[in-house]
Structure formats: C-alpha cells, structure tokens
C-alpha cells in the first residue's frame, strides 16, 4: 500500500471512529487526511471501498493485539484467565490505531455488505480462536462454549463502552464480571 493511500485509510478509520460509516466520504475523508479530493478518487474508486480497506485495517490489528494477548505461556488458572480476559479487553479499547467505535460501526456495517462480512468473518474466527486457547489453557470445561459466553459478555461490555464513555471501565465494570462468569463456568462444567 502506497504512503498516500494508507494516509487515506487512517484518516477514514478516525472519521468512521468519530461520525460513523455514513460520513466517510471522499470529501471528509480527504479533510481528515489533509489531501487534496482528487487523491481519494485516485486510490479508492468508491466509498464502499474506502471502508472495506478501513475495515481491513482495523480488523488487521486487532487480530495483532489478540494474538498478543492469547499468545502463550496460556493462562494457567481462573484468576490467571480474568487476568488475561481484562487485558485483551483494555488493549482492544485503547488501541487508537483501531478505534473501538470504528470497529463496531464497521462490523455493523459488515452485516450489510457481503465483502466486508468476509472481512467481518476473518476477525471473528482470530478472536474466537484466542479466546478458546487461553480458555482451555485455563482448564475450563467446555472450552468453545465457555469462550462464546466470555466473549458475548466482552463484546456487549465494549459496545456499552462505545455507546457510554467512561474511565475506569475494564477495572471497575468488566474484570468483576469477568470474575463472576469464570467462576460460573467452572462451577456449571465440573
């Protein structure tokens, strides 16, 4: 990817981050990235592809910061998994290379677009496969269930984030309730 173009794509990530989808056109997006209009028609023949290389951009490193975070040594007890689970969800919020309400916005979008639910499908099969690693490392029972309640709770804590701002969420709000379900699920499975 070209210097230009990839300047084009970081600037729509932070419009899509900060207005949604719908206002990622080639005149915002050019605003954003400090170029003239004529650069966004020359590399992106549409809107539509604008946001599918922003989606690919965004799910691109977020995939990075999953493996980071799964990668092993593999969490070796509940409080170790809670550990684990609460600095996934820290990274995939503070990462401002792929904004959280960017990533939303584009896999809400992705439910609409047939190229971009394969993008859409790519990060979920990365996350859910992390997830099930360092749940199993942990020795919950029932791995692959138990990792799609952790991330159902992860992703709906996230999405109330985006839609309600507030410091201190994954410490105050999410690693309780991490806390609470890893506990359940090992009692549940045994």
């Known amino acids: 990817m070209s210097d230009r173009r990839r300047l084009i794509v970081e600037a729509a990530l932070r419009v899509i981050a900060r207005d949604g989808v719908s206002a990622a056109t080639h005149r915002a997006v050019a605003a954003e990235a400090g170029v003239p209009l004529a650069s966004t028609t020359y590399h992106f023949s549409s809107k539509a592809e604008i946001v599918t290389e ?18 092993p040594p593999l969490p070796a007890s509940a409080d170790a998994l809670v550990e684990r689970l609460a600095e996934l969800a820290g990274a995939l919020c503070a990462d401002d290379q792929a904004p959280l309400a960017a990533q939303y916005e584009l896999l809400i979008e992705a439910g609409r677009s047939p190229p971009l639910q394969r993008v859409a499908e790519r990060w979920d099969g990365a996350y859910m496969a992390g997830l099930r690693a360092i749940v199993a490392g942990a020795h919950i029972p ?7 309640i952790l991330s159902d709770l992860i992703d709906g804590a996230l999405l109330d984030l985006v839609a309600s701002p507030r410091e201190g969420f994954v410490e105050e709000t999410l690693r309780p309730r991490l806390a609470r379900v ?3 699920l090992g009692i549940i499975a045994a």
Do not use: K
């Open 54 to 71: 922003a989606l690919e951009l965004a799910i691109d490193r977020s995939i990075a910061a999953v493996e980071r975070h799964t990668a």
């Open 182 to 184: 890893v506990a359940g």
């Open 142 to 148: 029932a791995a692959g269930q138990a990792a799609e």
